[in-house]
């Protein structure tokens, strides 16, 4: 069993979405669904919320496709996926 300690209110996100920022001082949870499907744009609003919320925020991301493929041929930021891959799990298929 996988637990989560998640802080705060849970902010889940989908790519397409407008991205919801946490009440500043407040922490909390952002949950990425499916970050394979972020456009650019996408993946660079949430490196700027990330700086904006440093510290108060945890981000907790899925995937059903490994990103670093997709950071090897240009396709994903590659430091949103620095930030991203702090620890990472892999529950099989």
């Known amino acids: ?3 989560l300690d998640l802080r705060g209110p849970v902010l889940k996100w ?3 979405q407008p991205l919801e920022l ?3 001082g407040r922490a909390a949870t952002m949950v990425i669904e499916d970050l394979t499907r972020l456009s650019d744009d996408e993946q660079v609003r949430i490196l700027g919320c ?3 919320v440093a510290g108060q925020i945890r981000v ?3 995937t059903s ?3 670093w493929p997709r950071v090897a041929q240009g396709e994903f930021n590659e430091v949103l996926y620095y930030r991203l891959n702090t620890v990472y ?4 298929s």
């Open 14 to 16: 989908r790519p397409g």
């Open 50 to 52: 990330l700086d904006q």
């Open 1 to 3: 069993m996988l637990r």
């Open 22 to 24: 946490p009440t500043r």
């Open 60 to 62: 907790v991301s899925t």
């Open 89 to 92: 799990v892999d529950v099989g």
């Open 65 to 67: 496709i490994p990103i």
